[in-house]
């Protein structure tokens, strides 16, 4: 009998972890109070393969019925978009930044350590703007996993929405590509729809929360 409600008080016991240390992390900068969704990225961001006004930040615009904000470079890498951080994100009034490179870090060989070091400081600096952050991951299986394992734990060490593998089934997809990597309009219309499905519930919170205050 003992024995039995020992093993009841620690079933409770994991119950109550689960509810509270295994809880999902809450973003950072949930209340922000900026204005702006900005894209920040490489190729795959500004649109690469396919015409101006089919990239993935403006088709991302028309689902949430706003601008977004294309603040995307072919052939960044990480390092190099470090140099447009200032000009291009923080003084735009962010209200939600979706940082996307690591493609061009890995064709260039940019040593790893330091992809790591500047997308921790792409989201310091934005997080001390009172801005979200979002990490948006172009790996795809195999491809670039290294990449998406290093990002994912940025984001929860720095309380950032993850969207994962966002060119999963389209870079395998003839139909869906304009070369080896880059989406083509219809591609990118997929790529918008999972970060919208990813970032619409943050958007929503933070709409509640402003509406209350």
Do not use: W
């Not at 109070?33 to 403006?58: N, Q």
């Not at 950032?160 to 395998?172: D, E």
């Amino acid at each position: 009998m003992k024995r039995n409600k020992l093993l009841v008080f620690a079933f409770l016991g994991l119950c109550v972890f689960g509810l509270t240390g295994c809880a999902k992390r809450e973003i950072k900068n949930i209340n922000s109070k900026g204005t702006s969704i900005i894209c920040f990225g490489d190729s795959i961001t500004f649109g690469y393969g396919a015409d101006p006004g089919e990239d993935f930040p403006t088709q991302l615009g028309k689902l949430l019925g706003r601008e977004v904000i294309n603040a995307g470079v072919s052939g960044d890498t990480s390092t190099e978009g470090m140099l447009r951080l200032d000009k291009e994100v923080l003084e735009r009034n962010p209200l939600l930044v979706l940082i996307e490179f690591g493609g061009n870090d890995f064709i260039k060989k940019v040593p790893k350590e330091t992809t790591i070091k500047n997308t921790r400081e792409f989201i310091r600096r934005i997080q001390a703007r009172g801005a979200m952050v979002a990490i948006v991951d172009i790996s795809a299986g195999l491809f670039l996993r290294d990449y998406r394992l290093l990002f994912a734990k940025i984001a929860r060490e720095e309380g950032c929405i993850f969207i994962p593998a966002v060119l999963t089934k389209l870079i395998t997809n003839p139909s869906m590509k304009s070369d080896f990597l880059h989406p083509n309009a219809a591609g990118y219309q997929v790529v918008a729809r999972r970060v919208q499905a990813a970032i619409n519930p943050y958007l929503k919170k933070n709409s509640e929360l402003r509406k209350a205050d």
